[in-house]
T-cell receptor, first 114, second 112 residues
Framework: NAGVMQNPRHLVRRRGQEARLRCSPMKGHSHVYWYRQLPEEGLKFMVYLQKENIIDESGMPKERFSAEFPKEGPSILRIQQVVRGDSAAYFC????????????FGPGTRLTVL | KQEVTQIPAALSVPEGENLVLNCSFTDSAIYNLQWFRQDPGKGLTSLLLIQSSQREQTSGRLNASLDKSSGRSTLYIAASQPGDSATYLCAVLNQAGTALIFGKGTTLSVSS
């Protein structure tokens, strides 16, 4: 059973461009979470999604950031008009039945904004 | 607002030593608590999950305890090995049961 997959692993964007981060949960998992790890800071929750629904987006910046988890295909975290402060590692996690199950993390996407 | 603190921030020990990592949280209304390991430049590996009704969990050389009323958890590592060198993260599932709140971690270095 393959783990959580994230791509790309490394992404470089110039200020003002768009960044798209993809996450494929573990097989059979229908709960997806996105976290951000800024340099020298801990992991911070961004958003929790189930198929076609956003359940909790309390950690997501109000502007430029959006997330989706369509019926088919991976979950996407989209950052529009990136700024240098968006440079971070973005981790995706998934769980099987409920949000209280163990969350399994992907390897992360490291975004660098020039 | 839930806050998670891990002490110490860094720890260096010789191989074979038993050690304890500490985690504290401010709001005892949690669903569960998870301990993770993170290697440099890598993702997180789940080590142990303790439900709020449980007192401890064990996996191999690892033992995690939970005292919800005092807002504390400890991760005990027996007979440490150089391969245990990593950052250990503690996280509690928030009151809504939707998000993990992480501490900043304890970076462990085990020398041979």
């Amino acid at each position: 059973n393959a783990g959580v997959m994230q791509n790309p692993r490394h992404l470089v964007r110039r200020r003002g461009q768009e960044a798209r981060l993809r996450c494929s949960p573990m097989k059979g998992h229908s709960h997806v979470y996105w976290y951000r790890q800024l340099p020298e800071e801990g992991l911070k929750f961004m958003v929790y999604l189930q198929k076609e629904n956003i359940i909790d987006e309390s950690g997501m910046p109000k502007e430029r950031f959006s997330a989706e988890f369509p019926k088919e295909g991976p979950s996407i975290l989209r950052i529009q008009q990136v700024v240098r402060g968006d440079s971070a590692a973005y981790f995706c996690a998934s769980s099987l039945y409920t949000s209280t199950d163990t969350q399994y993390f992907g390897p992360g996407t490291r975004l660098t904004v020039l | 607002k839930q806050e998670v603190t891990q002490i110490p921030a860094a720890l260096s020990v010789p191989e074979g030593e038993n050690l304890v990592l500490n985690c504290s949280f401010t709001d005892s209304a949690i669903y569960n608590l998870q301990w993770f390991r993170q290697d440099p430049g890598k993702g997180l590996t789940s080590l142990l999950l303790i439900q709020s009704s449980q007192r401890e969990q064990t996996s191999g050389r690892l033992n995690a305890s939970l005292d919800k009323s005092s807002g504390r958890s400890t991760l005990y590592i027996a007979a440490s090995q150089p391969g245990d060198s990593a950052t250990y993260l503690c996280a509690v599932l928030n009151q809504a049961g939707t998000a993990l709140i992480f501490g900043k971690g304890t970076t462990l270095s085990v020398s041979s």
